[in-house]
């Protein structure tokens, strides 16, 4: 069973940053793709960040250029560094694991709020 521990949220002004970071049980871990994933309220849940198992990393445009993922895999963590962030980044963002052999996992959310 895998467990996903992600690290508080804050309150951050606008143009700030913020490192989350995202802590995994278990013995997968390096052999698995990793992702961050936002929602914001009344909106659906959109991705953020993936970093695959070799290190490859892809953005959306609505991130490219202020969000870095990382991943070190002799701590079981994955990492987002925002930096510029906007009042449209406020959102909860999750961590999320995909196994080699299919399955998701999730981590419980940690909410991040940018004040313009």
């Known amino acids: 069973q895998v467990q996903l521990v992600e690290s508080w949220g804050d309150l951050v002004q606008a143009r700030g940053s913020l490192r989350l970071s995202c802590a995994a049980s278990?013995?997968?871990?390096?052999?698995?793709?990793m992702g961050w994933y936002r929602q914001a309220p009344g909106k659906q849940r959109e991705l953020v960040a993936t970093i695959t198992s070799g290190g490859s990393t892809d953005y959306p445009d609505l991130v490219k250029g202020r969000f870095t993922i990382s991943r070190d895999n002799a701590k079981n963590t994955v990492y987002l560094q925002m930096n510029s962030l906007k009042p449209e980044d406020t959102a909860v963002y999750y961590c999320?694991?995909?196994?080699?052999?299919?399955?998701?996992?999730w981590g419980q959310g940690t909410q991040v709020t940018v004040s313009s």
């Open positions: 999320n694991l995909h196994a080699p052999y299919g399955n998701w996992y």
């Open positions: 278990g013995s997968i871990f390096s052999s698995s793709a």
